[in-house]
């Protein structure tokens, strides 16, 4: 695949990042907004539920968990602009992205639906195709049956998933469950959301972001398992300060991040000197910046940290094989992150 697809029917060839007016997870409702829209929906319960609720909203986690018989079942949805020109490997992207949510929640996705927005007087079907194709074939790797979905005339293109899996209740990786005394690890680098605002304003292509962006966090997850780890989330559209915020303020913990520890993409830094900086990653970084001691670093590295991932990886507090470790957990202190 190249960097754009030359549609069959007409011969003219799209960009689909320029039919959106962002891209990825960089296009979430920032996360303070976000949390003021749900806040007071936690505390209805429905009349006479089907199972026990385990992960709700409570705490931001990433799916959400029902007990059903001795099954934890998974639910999540996540779905995006697109944040890449080739259709196939936007498809490939937002599946990944929306499986990574029941990866994080150390599940195993059963199901998925199909999301589909599309403008369909503007982009070809052919587009649309392409896209799908590329959702299915990263379900089909994850083991995870693709059954349908749904679709709408949308005046900018978005796709993703409706994702249910499985768990086992008594191993559920949780956002509340970090402890003082353990190191934090990370599963990809970060800077996908300046090398994705370059390609969206460029039109280059970034082969090593795409490869991150469409690998799943599936073995991740079951090494997070394997190793007795209790603790996890993902890393996307509020980056890693925002997704660790989250983290230690629904364990009750600080966590002392090392800056040099985390790792990069190739040309991240230079994407960053360059200006390729999105909105949603300035908005995480003003979210998250009363709470987090920045002191010992300058402003283009606290971006970097709070760059807008899309389809991330894990952050685990353990350690599993091939995975850096870029900080620890401490008992809480005056903010819930200090990076260093």
């Known amino acids: 695949m190249t960097g754009t697809m030359e549609a069959m029917a007409t011969g003219q060839t799209y960009r689909l990042t320029q039919y959106a007016h962002g891209g990825g997870c960089a296009c979430k409702i920032p996360p303070g907004e976000l949390e003021d829209v749900v806040r007071g929906l936690t505390k209805a319960a429905p009349h006479d539920p089907a199972g026990e609720l385990l992960v709700g ?12 018989g001795d099954t934890a079942v998974i639910a999540t949805t996540d779905f995006f602009t697109p944040v890449v020109d080739d259709p196939y490997d936007w498809g490939r992207i937002a599946a990944a992205n929306a499986l990574s949510d029941v990866y994080a929640m150390g599940g195993k996705p059963v199901v998925a639906l199909n999301l589909l927005g599309w403008p369909r007087d503007v982009l ?29 005339d949308d005046p900018e293109p978005k796709y993703g998933l409706a994702v249910t899996g499985v768990a086992d209740p008594r191993r559920l990786l949780r956002n509340d469950a970090g402890r003082p005394g353990v190191p934090l690890s ?13 390609h969206k ?30 603790c996890a989330t993902d890393v996307t559209g509020f980056g890693l300060l925002g997704h660790l915020f989250k983290l230690t303020r629904a364990s009750g913990v600080t966590a002392v991040l090392n800056s040099s520890a985390v790792p990069y993409l190739d040309g991240a830094r230079d994407a960053l000197a360059a200006g390729y900086v999105s909105g949603g990653t300035r ?58």
């Open 186 to 198: 990370l599963t990809k680098p970060l800077g996908i959301g300046v090398l994705n605002s370059r």
């Open 124 to 152: 070809p079907y052919e587009l649309a195709a392409e896209t799908l194709r590329g959702g299915l074939d990263v379900c089909n790797e994850a083991g995870c049956h693709l059954a349908g979905g749904h679709s709408v």
């Open 201 to 230: 304003s460029t039109g280059e292509r970034f082969e090593q972001a795409i490869e991150t962006m469409t690998a799943l966090n599936r073995d991740a997850s079951v090494a997070a398992l394997a190793a007795g780890v209790e």
């Open 283 to 340: 908005r995480n970084l003003d979210w998250v910046a009363p709470h987090v001691d920045l002191a010992a670093v300058n402003e283009d590295e606290a971006l970097l940290l709070a760059d807008a991932q899309t389809s991330g990886g894990l952050l685990i507090a353990g350690e599993i094989p091939g995975a850096p470790v870029i900080g620890e957990l401490v008992p809480r202190g005056e903010h819930a992150i200090v990076v260093r």
């Open 57 to 68: 909203l409570d705490d931001g986690d990433d799916a959400a968990a029902v007990l059903v």
